[in-house]
């Protein structure tokens, strides 16, 4: 034993010596290749889930909260008249029937929908659903100050009064309702080409019509899914268990679940969960696999690990109204000499990110590959992907402009891998002559002041993720001129960029989805590359998602939209 | 006619004597010398011997070993190609310790940043007994008003926990920078880790030499001297100060101890050395994320903190025990 001991230690000490962690996969298996899982034959329904994250999200209210943790916890517990399909697959899917009997088509020039809501359907406190509980959850929106009730749902007639005394709204004029056919009709002020994905957003979930008006904070209201909230203590965890009433009436839209109890704990750092998860203490972590701890799950665990697309990015704001970034040559000339190669690297390498050298990425609608800003590439002919920094351009491109050896501030937030995008983006800028440094902050600290144009910000560091599968998000949202408001904290187009030409491509880009999506598509991957011509700013990766699984836990389903279905896995 | 003795040593020269016969002291001096000489040539060992820009990040690039190409950022061995690892400790000139998440070379930046956490901890420890003597002389010599008004102010400060209160004024320093009247000083200057340190550890030196100055104070040559009406700056600066002086020197050490340890938590929290700059703080921090694969990383720093903290304590021990006359007639006693 002591002997044993002894050798233990002079390994410890001689793979610390090395620099090199001892770590062995005594029991690696054979890896195959990163797939996205299907359902099994063998289904095995009951078990408990145990899941584990680090934080608890917050409040539980489906139309309040805006944390991803929560969003995933409870697509299991709530369903909207539409909703993302459910079934495996990396591409943007149209929205499908999930309370609704059908998805309707726009009438009156898309300025009205028609919905059946299906019959017989109940929320998991037995309470029958009916078309008074659509329009009262569409009312409560603004009631509770719903964080999407102005961008999503502002189109909605007599939206402007909820948004101005939303304790007196009615949406009067907006929804109608009759019980006896079970009709609601939607009418809207314009046409809104995305309305129906965000009837499919989470927070248009339907609640029981006497649901306080107010965010219920730790209790999560009654739903219509296959599980319900059963406890909840945001300092500990959650359990959810079958809701009774639970009938499965489209299974693309809402599965029946497998697992009997679904069990989330709180506290643990992802370090912890993923040797927790090792040890088959926890099935599913809600944090990314920590950087250092990828090649150990990637030897020893690969059949447990997931690794699928997200539609979220990384990228570099550049303010094109103060020096130096007001010179198009500049901003240029930081696109042609970033190493976007090394913005992967940050984030554990080619197989968990992409270098990304457009505003849209892979999965939105309208993406066509395009990298003008690469060796060899430039925006009047782009190369289909980004090869290499193009450093000997951009310091032309830098003398050129006449703003070599000016002071640029990045803005960066302190968390994650964002320090070290950061510092090498001041590199970069350094070897381009400028004189740059790093101001780091707080992420929630971070991003309204990088919105705000009174901070004066000339490059901020930032991140983008879509709620829903769209092109408007990342082009319109980041760079029409309605999305910058001066003086704002709440001002999402953090270049301060606007282009009558460009914002007129998206807007007949936008409308185009009503009656030709495919024209919609193409008009898409044209703004985005004029958008990208202007270069407001400088995209860098687009990454993965690692997530670890449980050696028990099978049937892995991942959607673009809900990442992995929870209420899929199945556990022995 | 016979030859007259040679007149005794004077204290100070009893003092170096004392301390020269001390090996354990002596050794914590040589241990000392040899890793600020280390740090003070940095740029010599980056520029010639390593051939390596520390502050530049280099995750993209490569280094030659042995004739071969190797990158610096390793792809990890496993089927799913996740994951890369920064380059473990070569052997070579080149990236000795290894490379960091950012590739760079983690021996460069361990003496670069010696250079950082040595002169922080000197020149806080420095401006600390500045302040803490002439707090301290002020008390003890003065008494009354002055000496009620300072001891509660140092035992306000006292009552506050030290790194909160080091952290307090880091965080509120490092984002806006300081600006005192026509004085501006930036956000990552050094001098804002230094004065916060050497303010927070003022209490500690102070009450001593309070107490000391104190004592001195009903001395007879004390007395005497205000009898005879010397003025009391003399007798502060001429009978006091020289009396306290040990007392300071003894300090010394221990407080650039603590002011190291001091400045390294500020770094390792990111309110300390502020980056691409490096202290031995920030590479802990850097190493924090590479524990698993690369603990080199944040062991080397580690241990350079405490190779340095307990030589300054062997010393400052060296020292009170070769200055300390009373304490040196106890142990002869």
Same mark, same amino acid.
């Given at each position: 034993? %002591?002997?044993?001991?002894?050798?233990?230690?002079?390994? $410890?000490?001689?793979?610390?010596?090395?620099?090199?962690?001892?770590?062995?996969?005594?029991?690696?298996?054979?890896?195959?290749?990163?797939?996205?899982?299907?359902?099994?034959?063998?289904?095995?329904?009951?078990?408990?889930?145990?899941?584990?994250?680090?934080?608890?999200?917050?409040?539980?209210?489906?139309?309040?909260?805006?944390?991803s943790?929560?969003k995933?916890?409870?697509?299991?517990?709530?369903?909207?008249?539409?909703?993302f399909?459910?079934?495996?697959?990396?591409?943007s899917?149209?929205?499908?029937?999930?309370?609704?009997?059908?998805?309707?088509?726009?009438?009156?020039?898309?300025?009205?929908?028609?919905?059946?809501?299906?019959?017989?359907?109940?929320?998991?406190?037995?309470? $029958?659903?009916?078309?008074?509980? /659509?329009?009262?959850?569409?009312?409560?929106?603004?009631?509770?100050?719903?964080?999407t009730?102005?961008?999503y749902?502002?189109?909605?007639?007599?939206?402007?009064?909820?948004?101005?005394?939303?304790?007196? @709204?009615?949406?009067?004029?907006?929804?109608?309702?009759?019980?006896?056919?079970?009709?609601?009709?939607?009418?809207?002020?314009?046409?809104?080409?995305e309305?129906?994905d965000r009837?499919?957003w989470?927070?248009?979930?339907?609640?029981?019509?006497?649901?306080?008006?107010?965010?219920?904070?730790?209790?999560?209201?009654?739903?219509?899914?296959?599980? +319900? %909230?059963?406890?909840?203590?945001?300092?500990?965890?959650? %359990?959810?268990?079958?809701?009774?009433?639970?009938?499965?009436?489209?299974?693309?839209?809402?599965?029946?679940?497998?697992?009997?109890?679904?069990?989330?704990?709180?506290?643990?750092?992802?370090?912890?969960? /993923?040797?927790?998860?090792?040890?088959?203490?926890?099935?599913?972590?809600?944090?990314?696999?920590?950087?250092?701890?990828?090649?150990?799950?990637?030897?020893?665990?690969?059949?447990?690990?997931?690794?699928?697309t997200l539609l979220l990015y990384?990228?570099?704001?550049?303010?094109?109204?103060?020096?130096?970034?007001?010179?198009?040559?500049?901003?240029?000339?930081?696109?042609?000499?970033?190493?976007?190669?090394?913005?992967?690297?940050?984030?554990?390498?080619?197989?968990?990110?992409?270098?990304?050298?457009?505003l849209l990425p892979q999965g939105a609608p309208g993406y066509?590959?395009? @990298?003008?800003?690469?060796?060899?590439?430039?925006?009047?002919?782009?190369?289909?992907?980004?090869?290499?920094?193009?450093?000997?351009?951009?310091?032309?491109? $830098? +003398?050129?402009?006449?703003?070599?050896?000016?002071? %640029?501030?990045?803005?960066?937030?302190?968390?994650?891998?964002?320090?070290?995008?950061?510092?090498?983006?001041?590199?970069?800028?350094?070897?381009?002559?400028?004189?740059?440094? /790093?101001?780091?902050?707080?992420?929630?600290?971070?991003?309204?002041?990088?919105?705000?144009?009174?901070?004066?910000?000339?490059?901020?560091?930032?991140g983008w993720n879509a709620d829903y599968p769209s092109a408007s998000t990342f082009l319109q949202t980041l760079?029409?001129?309605?999305?910058?408001?001066?003086?704002?904290?709440?001002?999402p187009?953090?270049?301060?960029?606007?282009?009558?030409?460009?914002?007129?491509?998206?807007?007949?880009?936008?409308?185009?989805?009503?009656?030709?999506?495919?024209?919609?598509?193409?008009?898409?991957?044209?703004?985005?590359?004029?958008?990208?011509?202007?270069?407001?700013?400088?995209?860098?990766?687009q990454?993965?998602?690692?997530?670890?699984?449980?050696?028990?836990? +099978?049937?892995?389903?991942?959607?673009l939209n809900?990442?992995?279905?929870?209420?899929?896995?199945? /556990?022995? | *006619?016979?030859?007259?003795?040679?007149?005794?040593?004077? =204290?100070?020269?009893?003092?170096?004597?004392?301390?020269?016969?001390?090996?354990?002291?002596?050794?914590?001096?040589?241990? #000392?010398?040899?890793?600020?000489?280390?740090?003070?040539?940095?740029?010599?060992?980056?520029?010639?011997?390593?051939?390596?820009?520390?502050?530049?990040?280099?995750?993209?690039?490569?280094?030659?070993?042995?004739?071969?190409?190797?990158?610096? *950022?390793?792809?990890?061995?496993?089927?799913?190609?996740?994951?890369?690892?920064?380059?473990? &400790?070569?052997?070579?000139?080149?990236?000795?310790?290894?490379?960091?998440?950012?590739?760079?070379?983690?021996?460069?930046?361990?003496?670069?940043?010696?250079?950082?956490? #040595?002169?922080?901890?000197?020149?806080?420890?420095?401006?600390?007994?500045? #302040?803490? !003597?002439?707090?301290?002389?002020?008390?003890?010599?003065?008494?009354?008003?002055?000496?009620?008004?300072?001891?509660?102010?140092?035992?306000?400060?006292?009552?506050?926990?030290?790194?909160?209160?080091?952290?307090? #004024?880091?965080?509120?320093?490092?984002?806006?920078?300081?600006?005192?009247?026509?004085?501006?000083?930036?956000?990552?200057?050094?001098?804002?880790?230094?004065?916060?340190? !050497?303010?927070?550890?003022? =209490?500690?030196?102070?009450?001593?030499?309070?107490?000391?100055?104190?004592?001195?104070?009903?001395?007879?040559?004390?007395?005497?001297?205000?009898?005879?009406?010397? &003025?009391?700056?003399?007798?502060?600066?001429?009978?006091?100060?020289?009396?306290?002086?040990?007392?300071?020197?003894?300090?010394?050490?221990?407080?650039?101890?603590?002011?190291?340890?001091?400045?390294?938590?500020?770094?390792?929290?990111?309110?300390?050395?502020?980056?691409?700059?490096?202290?031995?703080?920030?590479?802990?921090?850097?190493?924090?994320?590479?524990?698993?694969?690369? =603990?080199?990383?944040?062991?080397? =720093?580690?241990?350079?903190?405490?190779?340095?903290?307990?030589?300054?304590?062997?010393?400052?021990?060296?020292?009170?025990?070769?200055?300390?006359?009373?304490?040196?007639?106890?142990?002869?006693?």
């Amino acid at each position: 034993m %002591v002997q044993k001991q002894s050798f233990y230690v002079g390994y $410890v000490l001689a793979a610390l010596c090395a620099g090199t962690a001892p770590l062995s996969c005594a029991h690696a298996q054979p890896a195959p290749a990163p797939r996205l899982a299907t359902p099994s034959s063998d289904a095995h329904k009951g078990g408990t889930l145990r899941l584990a994250a680090q934080n608890s999200g917050g409040t539980l209210d489906p139309q309040v909260s805006y944390i991803s943790l929560i969003k995933q916890l409870e697509t299991p517990v709530y369903d909207g008249l539409l909703t993302f399909p459910k079934f495996a697959g990396v591409k943007s899917q149209p929205v499908i029937a999930d309370l609704a009997e059908t998805v309707p088509k726009p009438e009156d020039g898309g300025r009205t929908y028609r919905f059946t809501l299906r019959p017989n359907l109940h929320f998991s406190n037995g309470q $029958v659903v009916n078309v008074e509980d /659509v329009a009262a959850s569409f009312r409560r929106l603004f009631k509770v100050g719903s964080p999407t009730a102005g961008p999503y749902y502002s189109h909605i007639v007599g939206a402007d009064a909820c948004l101005h005394d939303p304790a007196h @709204c009615t949406l009067a004029g907006g929804i109608e309702t009759d019980p006896a056919t079970r009709t609601i009709t939607f009418h809207l002020t314009e046409p809104d080409a995305e309305f129906l994905d965000r009837l499919a957003w989470f927070h248009a979930a339907i609640l029981p019509a006497n649901t306080p008006p107010y965010d219920t904070g730790n209790i999560a209201p009654p739903g219509t899914g296959p599980y +319900r %909230v059963t406890r909840y203590d945001p300092a500990t965890g959650m %359990v959810l268990e079958r809701n009774p009433y639970f009938r499965e009436w489209a299974h693309d839209a809402q599965p029946f679940g497998y697992a009997d109890t679904i069990q989330i704990t709180f506290g643990l750092d992802p370090e912890g969960e /993923v040797t927790a998860i090792e040890n088959g203490q926890y099935d599913w972590m809600y944090e990314d696999v920590p950087l250092d701890r990828l090649g150990e799950v990637g030897s020893c665990y690969p059949e447990q690990v997931q690794i699928y697309t997200l539609l979220l990015y990384y990228y570099a704001a550049l303010n094109v109204r103060i020096p130096p970034f007001n010179s198009l040559k500049a901003r240029q000339a930081l696109n042609y000499a970033i190493n976007r190669h090394a913005m992967a690297i940050y984030h554990g390498g080619a197989a968990v990110a992409t270098p990304l050298c457009q505003l849209l990425p892979q999965g939105a609608p309208g993406y066509e590959p395009s @990298c003008a800003y690469t060796k060899g590439a430039s925006p009047a002919h782009p190369l289909p992907e980004w090869q290499a920094p193009d450093f000997e351009e951009a310091r032309k491109m $830098v +003398r050129e402009s006449g703003t070599a050896g000016q002071k %640029v501030t990045i803005i960066a937030p302190l968390e994650g891998r964002y320090a070290a995008m950061a510092m090498e983006l001041r590199s970069t800028l350094a070897s381009l002559g400028y004189e740059a440094s /790093v101001r780091s902050m707080t992420q929630t600290v971070q991003f309204p002041y990088v919105q705000n144009s009174d901070n004066h910000v000339q490059l901020a560091l930032t991140g983008w993720n879509a709620d829903y599968p769209s092109a408007s998000t990342f082009l319109q949202t980041l760079f029409a001129c309605a999305s910058f408001r001066p003086h704002s904290d709440n001002s999402p187009n953090m270049s301060a960029f606007c282009n009558p030409e460009t914002d007129a491509l998206m807007n007949k880009a936008a409308a185009a989805a009503l009656t030709s999506p495919a024209d919609s598509t193409k008009d898409w991957a044209e703004a985005d590359r004029a958008l990208m011509a202007q270069a407001p700013a400088v995209p860098l990766v687009q990454i993965k998602r690692v997530r670890l699984l449980s050696k028990r836990t +099978r049937n892995a389903i991942v959607t673009l939209n809900d990442e992995i279905l929870l209420s899929q896995l199945q /556990v022995r | *006619m016979t030859a007259e003795a040679p007149p005794p040593p004077g =204290p100070w020269r009893q003092a170096m004597r004392g301390l020269a016969r001390n090996r354990a002291a002596m050794a914590a001096l040589a241990v #000392l010398v040899l890793i600020t000489l280390s740090c003070v040539l940095a740029p010599l060992y980056a520029r010639d011997i390593a051939r390596t820009d520390p502050f530049t990040s280099n995750v993209a690039g490569s280094i030659m070993l042995d004739g071969h190409e190797v990158d610096i *950022m390793q792809p990890n061995d496993n089927p799913l190609h996740l994951g890369l690892s920064p380059i473990g &400790p070569t052997g070579h000139a080149a990236y000795l310790l290894g490379a960091d998440s950012q590739g760079r070379d983690v021996a460069a930046r361990m003496l670069y940043g010696g250079r950082n956490s #040595l002169l922080i901890s000197s020149c806080a420890a420095v401006l600390c007994l500045f #302040l803490a !003597a002439t707090a301290g002389i002020a008390a003890g010599f003065f008494g009354g008003v002055v000496d009620a008004v300072l001891s509660r102010l140092m035992d306000i400060m006292w009552a506050v926990p030290v790194y909160l209160f080091a952290i307090s #004024l880091s965080i509120v320093t490092v984002s806006q920078g300081l600006k005192l009247g026509p004085f501006v000083v930036e956000a990552d200057s050094l001098l804002i880790p230094i004065v916060i340190i !050497a303010l927070v550890y003022v =209490p500690y030196a102070a009450r001593p030499i309070r107490g000391r100055v104190l004592a001195l104070r009903q001395a007879e040559f004390v007395t005497a001297a205000r009898c005879l009406g010397v &003025p009391r700056w003399r007798v502060v600066l001429f009978d006091i100060l020289p009396n306290v002086t040990t007392t300071l020197v003894v300090l010394g050490p221990l407080l650039m101890a603590l002011s190291l340890l001091a400045e390294s938590a500020l770094s390792f929290l990111s309110i300390g050395v502020q980056a691409p700059a490096a202290s031995w703080g920030t590479i802990i921090q850097d190493g924090e994320g590479l524990i698993y694969t690369r =603990p080199m990383v944040a062991i080397a =720093p580690g241990l350079a903190i405490v190779l340095v903290v307990l030589a300054l304590n062997i010393l400052g021990d060296g020292l009170r025990d070769a200055l300390d006359v009373r304490d040196a007639a106890r142990r002869s006693s």
